[in-house]
């Protein structure tokens, strides 16, 4: 894709290390026609970027673009935040309806997010919004308070920016980049096709907040192949919308493969959700390490999330010294009220929001030093999982340095688990040759739950 194309080099628009490059940048990036603008060596000083159709954008190797953490120069946009469509931030390098977009090299998108993460802290507490860009955003966004939450801190209106985010673009190729200190999700395509991310590195500490390494939400037909991702929330995460706005899109997230990926200390490795709203289907991961992660193979939802989850296959994973590394959680409880409703125990009539889990197959599955438990399979009364298939497979606990069972998934409603075996509740499960090891009870099983082994 870099052969005959324009090349453009960011210093011949005047681009200078040690100042702000960003009109430099904005320059050599609206150039017309196909292009390609490099990025050489060094540390270039930015504030947010637009990529518009048929540029290729080479990060040579030992370059980084840094991006200002100036919360004032990321200016509203209308993207979807949380699942939600809504105006927020801009991200720090967006892509926005584009076909034929590369983002290539060896070099680095540097967020810097420390300024991001510490104010996302503070922001827990506060009510609603206090800043210029957040009240902005609020008179942006006058139903904000209805809209559901996901724990990134909507009720603030302080809606930060991710570090790459291409919104309803097809045909884009990201590969070999390493992006670091994302103030938000690192990677976030949405309403996108035929997109390929590739060797790929993605950093972020894991004390910073809400920082998942690939969010692939509402897309069609996606690769993610040999990428290495250390985070503070979620690895590969797929979604689809949240509650009624992702059910009037109503567009799923479908025909995804995820190949030879690590995942080191994440809160999941590959994870379904929480944002189903438009279904999630057609889903293959195979050939992945997940490394001392929270969680590893990760489906979460609940009510009012919405959305049919199906046809979903892992196979040939490796799972070290996770938490749990097998959860399906129908009662996720990430910034819900404590006391909803959303998580009753008594079956509640099936309404369009009220999500669905069905045919899962996992096989070839080897954890080993599961600190809580081995498996989490939890269902609603109303909508219990069907389907699930676990062959092949190995589980076992570590003999030190356990967790309490109940860090298994973030769940409300639920009573404490009793034991750190395959916990089974509102499920239709089978397993054939399934060895779970390091407990007197391997399996727990708990209302409408019905599990055959062979």
């Not at 509740?425 to 599990?451: F, Y």
Request: aromatic share 6%.
């Amino acid at each position: 894709m870099t052969k005959n194309l324009l090349t453009i080099d960011i210093r011949d628009k005047g681009a200078v290390q040690g100042s702000d490059c960003t009109y430099a940048i904005r320059q050599a990036l609206a150039e017309p026609g196909a292009k390609l603008v490099r990025i050489p060596e060094g540390t270039w000083h930015t504030g947010p970027l637009d990529v518009r159709s048929n540029t290729t954008l080479l990060l040579e190797k030992g370059s980084r673009l840094l991006f200002s953490d100036d919360e004032n120069l990321y200016g509203p946009v209308f993207s979807r935040w949380e699942g939600v469509e809504c105006y927020c931030m801009h991200p720090c390098l967006y892509i926005e309806e584009a076909e034929n977009v590369s983002i290539i090299g060896e070099g680095t998108l540097d967020g810097n997010g420390s300024k991001w993460w510490a104010k996302a802290v503070e922001k827990k507490m506060q009510s609603g919004p206090i800043t210029s860009i957040e009240k902005a955003l609020a008179s942006l966004n006058a139903d904000y308070a209805e809209q559901p939450e996901g724990g990134g801190g909507r009720q603030s209106q302080y809606l930060r920016p991710p570090l790459l985010q291409a919104k309803s673009c097809s045909n884009l190729l990201i590969k070999s980049v390493t992006l670091v200190n994302s103030p938000f999700w690192t990677l976030h395509p949405i309403f996108c096709s035929s997109l390929r991310i590739e060797n790929v590195r993605i950093i972020n500490p894991y004390t910073a907040p809400n920082t998942d390494g690939i969010d692939i939400d509402s897309c069609t037909d996606v690769k993610v192949l040999g990428c290495f991702i250390n985070v503070g929330d979620d690895g590969i995460a797929l979604k689809s919308g949240s509650g009624k706005d992702g059910m009037r899109r109503g567009k799923p997230t479908e025909k995804v493969l995820i190949k030879d990926c690590l995942v080191l200390g994440a809160h999941g490795g590959v994870v379904i959700g929480s944002e189903t709203a438009g279904g999630i289907h057609d889903i293959q991961a195979f050939r992945c390490t997940f490394d001392g992660t929270d969680r590893g193979i990760r489906i979460k939802t609940r009510r009012q999330r919405g959305g049919a989850i199906r046809n979903l296959e892992f196979s040939d994973i490796v799972m070290r010294d996770t938490l749990c590394p097998v959860t399906v959680n129908m009662y996720y409880g990430c910034a819900a009220k404590e006391g909803s409703p959303l998580f009753s125990l008594e079956s509640l009539p099936v309404e369009p929001s009220t999500p669905s889990i069905s045919d899962i197959r996992i096989s070839n599955v080897s954890s080993t030093g599961s600190r809580s438990s081995v498996g989490f399979l939890v269902g609603l009364p109303e909508s219990p999982i069907t389907g699930l298939e676990i062959k092949d497979s190995s589980f076992s606990l570590a003999t030190e340095g356990l967790s309490p069972a109940s860090e298994s998934e973030m769940y409300k409603g639920l009573p404490n688990p009793k034991g750190r075996g395959l916990r089974c509740r509102n499920v239709n499960a089978r397993l054939v040759n399934v060895t779970i090891s390091g407990m007197d009870k391997p399996i727990e099983l708990e209302s409408d739950a019905i599990v055959e082994r062979k």
